[in-house]
């Protein structure tokens, strides 16, 4: 069969490529979009703003929320439902929530 000598290399080598770059592609979304979502308000280290109440991710309450009461502070504000923090509102999805949260943890283990 020449068609498969020929196809299956094809294959395996398309699932390497796939491999090797969604698997970064995927860890690097959180960062990304941390840093153009997030970053005003949590800063770059995830430490907050002094001035801005609640915003260090990195304090050891934050440590202790769930990755399930993190992914509900982001998409739907958490305990004190504010407005401003419903992202699922404003373009963030189920999914980059947790990629988000997973960014978070990094952050956590700085
Ligand atoms: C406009 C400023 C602002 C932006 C932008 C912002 N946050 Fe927040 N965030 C806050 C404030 C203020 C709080 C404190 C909780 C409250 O008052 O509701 C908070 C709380 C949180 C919490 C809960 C922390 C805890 O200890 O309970 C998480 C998680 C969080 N933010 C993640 C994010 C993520 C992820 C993004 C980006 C998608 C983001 N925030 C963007 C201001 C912001």
Redesign the pocket.
Known sequence: MKLLKFTLPCFILSLVLILMFAGPTWAQDGAA??KS??V???GADGAGKAA????N?L?P??KK?SDAE?ED??LK??K?K?A??V?EKRG?TADQAKT?VAH?RDLQKK
Do not use: V
């Open positions: 979009l941390f979502k997030c005003a308000c949590h801005m109440k609640g915003t991710l304090s309450e934050a929320l993190l502070a982001i504000g958490g004190t504010k401003t923090h992202f963030i988000l978070i």
